[in-house]
């Protein structure tokens, strides 16, 4: 793992957060600073720097495909969402229609009491 790679993941988190969290200051600062106390810690060992390293990749790519940033509206409890290209939506899970309702309620009742 070089410095150089080092302090490109570095720069790239710090625009991937800039980026997502934009027009949010209290939030992109407090993103910036958790990439700052995380890129603080000595790490020796070349096995956990990779990992670590692999750790900001995967960070930097939740960050640019599952964050959506939510902005509220003029109008009361509405948001808009400002959806970037590089967000991804996912398939929503379709909702069962073959069930009754009674049989879903048996359904809920027995996995909680499965749970205790």
Known sequence: ???L???GLYKSLHRTARTVFMGDFVTTQAALGEIRSKFR???KD???MKKAY????????????GV?????????Q???ANIRPEFELEDNILFRSDIT???YQKSIKTSKRKKK
């Open 68 to 76: 959506l940033q939510l902005e509220e509206t003029t109008e009361s």
């Open 101 to 103: 309702p009674e049989e």
């Open 1 to 3: 793992m070089s410095r």
């Open 78 to 80: 509405v948001y808009k």
């Open 41 to 43: 810690e000595e790490i």
């Open 54 to 65: 692999q750790g900001g990749v995967e960070a930097e790519i939740v960050l640019r495909k």
């Open 46 to 48: 070349p096995e956990m």
């Open 5 to 7: 790679e080092i302090l």
